[in-house]
Nanobody
Framework: QVQLVESGGGLVQPGGSLRLSCAAS????????MGWYRQAPAKQRELVAIITNGGSTNYADSVKGRFTMSRDKARNTVSLQMNGLLPEDTAVYYCHGRIQPGPLAPPDDYWGQGTQVTVSS
């Protein structure tokens, strides 16, 4: 069983910063990629940032230059540093992992429970 647990959401004023963290635990053989998605009310879930097993990162255009994703490969954790937050960044943020749980098992998609980020004055 693979679990992803997020932390770090909250309420922040426009222009402020927050740092989200996600820890993957359980039966993990390898991690193909980990990413952050978000879903605002009445909107579809969208990719915010992703980091591959090789360490490459990609960001949504809307967060480039403001958000930075990093990882601690040894601890199976990723973080999302969010600076210059805007009201339109308000959403539930979900951690995602494309994870192979065992040497003979295919990779599968795993999700955290989500953490609320609210940007408001």
């Amino acid at each position: 069983q693979v679990q992803l647990v997020e932390s770090g959401g909250g309420l922040v004023q426009p222009g402020g910063s927050l740092r989200l963290s996600c820890a993957a635990s359980g039966s993990i053989f390898s991690i193909n990629s980990m990413g952050w998605y978000r879903q605002a009310p009445a909107k579809q879930r969208e990719l915010v940032a992703i980091i591959t097993n090789g360490g490459s990162t990609n960001y949504a255009d809307s967060v480039k230059g403001r958000f930075t994703m990093s990882r601690d490969k040894a601890r199976n954790t990723v973080s999302l540093q969010m600076n210059g937050l805007l009201p339109e960044d308000t959403a539930v943020y979900y951690c995602h992992g494309r994870i192979q749980p065992g040497p003979l098992a295919p990779p599968d998609d795993y999700w955290g429970q989500g953490t609320q980020v609210t940007v408001s004055s």
